[in-house]
């Protein structure tokens, strides 16, 4: 399977804001639903941001206001991610998959990840 990739990642001061993107994605049943991980040093990798085919989204408490996840033409991801804090900072990956999983490891089409980095 061809890896996804991700873009966007970068470098930003507290309350700024950055868009990731993540190409490589195919309008078939096993992107039914895509989401967005992310893991920092020393903790677990955690799902921040999910959409299926229909358009239905869900967000993690911790960025539930401030991140935003969309798809156009079924090919590419994007999250969205204002008032970004010092805590978001993390190395961010792209995933798709049949189903909205928890576990990273279960999608079918996975990235190599994008770092983000928010300073105080």
């Known amino acids: 399977q061809v890896p996804l990739v991700e873009s966007g990642g970068g470098s930003v001061q507290t309350g700024g804001s950055l868009r990731l993107s993540c190409s490589g994605l195919?309008?078939?049943?096993?992107?039914?639903?895509m989401a967005w991980f992310r893991q920092s040093p020393g903790k677990k990798r955690e799902r921040v941001a999910a959409?299926?085919?229909?358009?239905?989204t869900d967000y993690a408490d911790s960025v539930q206001g401030r991140f935003t996840i969309s798809k156009d033409n079924a090919k590419t991801l994007h999250l969205e991610m204002n008032s970004l804090k010092p805590e978001d900072t993390a190395m961010y990956y792209c995933?798709?998959?049949?189903?909205?999983?928890?576990?990273?490891?279960?999608?079918?089409?996975r990235g190599q990840g994008t770092q983000v980095t928010v300073s105080s």
């Open positions: 995933a798709a998959g049949r189903h909205c999983f928890d576990w990273y490891g279960a999608y079918s089409h």
């Open positions: 195919g309008s078939t049943y096993s992107t039914y639903c």
């Open positions: 959409i299926v085919s229909e358009g239905r």
